[in-house]
Nanobody, 125 residues
Framework: QVQLVESGGGLVQAGDSLRPSCAASGRTFSSYSMGWFRQAPGKEREFVTAIGRSSFSTTYADSVKGRFTISRDNAKNTVYLQMNSLKPEDTAVYYC??????????????????WGQGTQVTVSS
């Protein structure tokens, strides 16, 4: 069992940066692949990025490639999402998720086993 708690969202202006984090409980954090997803009002949840257990592998949605960076600190049981050059269309609730099948980096939310409660990111124009 893994519990995930996101923090670090907020209200910023277009072009600003934010760095939400996701803290995980349990001793098996390093064995999970981790992902970030987001859901804007009236829209379906969408994949943002994922990172493998050792940080060697990452993948990004085209919409955030070059602006967002995912990282993890296994010693702190924490995954981060560095978001730069934010746009109003990045406004959403951001969720982190854990996938116990660490050999894959899935963009399919149904393949993740544990989810956080989400943190709101609002980007004003």
């Amino acid at each position: 069992q893994v519990q995930l708690v996101e923090s670090g969202g907020g209200l910023v202006q277009a072009g600003d940066s934010l760095r939400p984090s996701c803290a995980a409980s349990g001793r098996t954090f390093s064995s999970y692949s981790m992902g970030w997803f987001r859901q804007a009002p009236g829209k379906e949840r969408e994949f943002v990025t994922a990172i493998g257990r050792s940080s060697f592998s990452t993948t990004y949605a085209d919409s955030v490639k070059g602006r967002f960076t995912i990282s993890r600190d296994n010693a702190k049981n924490t995954v981060y999402l560095q978001m730069n050059s934010l746009k109003p269309e990045d406004t959403a609730v951001y969720y982190c998720a854990a996938d116990r099948f660490s050999f894959r980096l899935s963009s399919d939310g149904s393949e993740y086993d544990y989810w956080g409660q989400g943190t709101q990111v609002t980007v004003s124009s």
